[in-house]
């Protein structure tokens, strides 16, 4: 007899899940590229909720170039279902919902306010152009209902004007 003759296999380094459930983890095992043996937390929890058997049928029935983000989607899932066990990953969710809501409303007044302060500021530059004897710039107005009808905004402003403007007239 001859020693050595016939090759011995690699000893296999059991993955996370094989490790877990005490089994041969052979060359075609469905977790071995998804739970290594490095990081068994990932399919204790992912075991925990939703059992060996179950996680082995959901990998089989995903195409094989989405089984990680299926497996990573398992994990998220089940880490969320141990943390909040009624509502789960949707609690987590409704949670991100609500502060954008709330930043949403933050922005809103936010901008709000900017477009306030940009009017108010527009305004005291107009006054001060006015107290320190600038030329008015003339602005046309036009109304939507009657688009050929111009008036000019400051003779609408200025109240030494209404009795002169022939576009106000009284109706008593």
Not at 20 to 43: G, I, S
Not at 119 to 127: E, G, I, P
Request: aromatic letters at 8%.
């Amino acid at each position: 007899m001859i020693f050595g003759s016939k090759k011995k296999e690699a000893a296999r380094t059991p993955c996370a899940a094989c490790k877990c459930l005490r089994r041969k983890c052979d060359k075609n095992c469905t977790f071995a590229p998804y739970f290594p043996a490095q990081e068994p937390h990932k399919f204790a929890i992912v075991h925990k909720i939703y059992g060996a058997s179950n996680v082995q049928k959901m990998l089989q029935e995903v195409e094989e170039e989405q089984r990680q983000d299926a497996v990573s989607s398992m994990v998220y899932e089940a880490t969320a279902r141990i943390r909040d066990p009624v509502y789960g990953c949707a609690g987590a969710i409704e949670i991100l919902q609500q502060q954008v809501i709330g930043l949403q409303s933050k922005l809103a007044e936010a901008q709000a306010e900017a477009v306030q302060l940009t009017m108010r500021h527009n305004t005291v530059s107009f006054w001060n152009q006015q107290a320190q004897g600038a030329p008015i710039p003339s602005k046309t107005i036009q109304t939507q209902a009657s688009p050929s009808y111009n008036m000019d905004i400051m003779m609408m402003m200025d109240p030494n004007n209404i009795n002169n403007n022939n576009h106000y007239n009284p109706m008593w």
